[in-house]
């Protein structure tokens, strides 16, 4: 962690809103602070916190920072968290606008902070580690799903869907729901890899695809996209980028996408055929709407697999016969493992994976969820928590 620059430093060296050092773009004109045992403490001598509450969950949500929020207590094998930052991912509009079901108050489940306080039968040595709390806040380790996939597992709980998440300034983690970030990654360049980073690994991962083959990844400029194409490059993967606009297409080409295709002026059908041999890829990833969906068929050569990570509610428009005919496979994926998530931030620490990411205020938070409901997020929006 870095300490507070002086001012004058600041403004005299570096543009307020760009950290060359981390190649992140800051909104809010904010460093991170430095940690000391005296923060934990005064931690714990509060008893209310702020946090973005979501008022009326659904169509006319919005988002109320409030000040009032009890600051919870670590049970038995709990510790609690302060955060620093937390990404804003497009789970958090469905949840908020009540298109997938939300009972929390409060969303978000990309966090980062230290742990400030231990409950009962957690290691001393996680005290004041830095963490990161993700959407898996528990799984069961029991059920017969756990032993094939606990992403799948069907007594699972998710931060900022059933349990307070991580747009507030204090959360809850059970030990074994706990990243330790490595030392090399700053907090808010960790943050997107929490679920963007880790949801773009399991997909890819569950593709099954072999070096060399192609992938299509639609949306790829967007928050899980972006990440995606970095991280299909890393596992020697081909990849044809679907987005729209320059800016998307030079963010797709410079993070190591093969061709990038644009879905508003490139007959994508064709073009995706022509690059394959005439036969489609290997394997569509949709991190996008319901109209890159539908198209995904189309995309895929015969044998070939589809794997859906982003969240659409509309049904899938796939007959049984042309799924045998072409011995079709559909796959969900909506995490990554903790097994990926180690081989993630390693591909992270060596330089190789690399989020793009704006760093916003917290204030921000409502704006921010209606900018990605419509599309505009270019690579991942970082909240910072204040302190
Ligand atoms: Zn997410
Ligand atoms: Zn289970």
């Avoid at 004058?8 to 000391?36: C, E, G, T």
């Avoid at 409950?119 to 756990?146: A, S």
């Avoid at 030990?175 to 808010?188: F, Q």
């Avoid at 993070?255 to 002026?265: I, V, Y």
Wanted: hydrophobic fraction near 40%; glycine fraction near 10%.
């Amino acid at each position: 962690m870095k300490d507070n620059p002086p001012s004058f430093i600041l403004s005299a060296y570096f543009p307020p809103s760009y950290d060359f050092a981390k190649d992140v773009y800051y909104i809010v004109n904010s460093w991170p602070r430095p940690r000391s045992l005296y923060t934990a403490i005064m931690a714990e001598a509060r008893d209310t916190q702020s946090g973005a509450w979501v008022d009326q969950r659904g169509p006319d949500a919005r988002i109320k920072i409030r000040n009032d929020i009890p600051i919870p207590e670590p049970g038995t094998c709990e510790v609690l968290i302060k955060l620093s930052c937390s990404g804003v991912c497009h789970s958090d509009v469905h949840n908020m606008f009540g298109n997938t079901p939300m009972t929390a108050d409060i969303g978000g489940h990309e966090g980062v902070g230290h742990v400030v306080k231990l409950g009962t039968n957690v290691p001393h040595d996680l005290l004041q580690k830095r963490v990161g709390v993700k959407w898996l806040h528990t799984y069961c380790k029991q059920c017969e799903i756990c032993a094939v996939d606990v992403t799948a597992c069907p007594n699972q709980h998710n931060s900022g869907r059933d349990v307070p998440g991580t747009f507030q300034q204090y959360t809850l983690s059970p030990v074994e729901g706990l990243t330790i970030i490595p030392d090399a990654l700053d907090d808010v360049v960790a943050a997107p890899l929490l679920c963007a980073g880790l949801s773009m690994y399991g997909s890819i991962s569950r593709a099954g695809l072999k070096e060399g083959e192609w992938l299509v990844l639609t949306g790829a400029g967007g928050g899980l996209g972006h990440l995606g194409v970095q991280i299909a490059r890393e596992k020697g993967l081909k990849v044809i980028a679907i987005d729209t606009g320059e800016q998307k297409r030079n963010l797709c080409l410079k993070l190591g996408a093969t061709s990038f295709l644009d879905f508003k002026s490139d007959d994508v059908e064709t073009r995706v055929k022509e690059l394959t041999n005439g036969y489609g890829a290997h394997a569509v990833i949709s991190t996008a709407g319901p109209a890159a969906y539908a198209q995904s068929f189309r995309l895929l050569r015969n044998c070939g697999t589809l794997v859906c990570v982003g969240l659409v509610t509309d049904n899938l428009t796939v007959s049984p016969f042309e799924l045998l005919k072409r011995a079709l496979r559909i796959v969900g994926s909506s995490v990554g493992t903790p097994e990926h998530l180690e081989e993630l931030l390693e591909m992270a620490v060596q330089g190789k994976v690399k989020p793009v990411v704006q760093v916003r205020a917290f204030e921000d938070l409502d704006d921010v969820l209606r900018e990605l409901a419509a599309y505009q997020v270019e690579g991942r929006i970082v909240i910072k928590i204040p302190s």
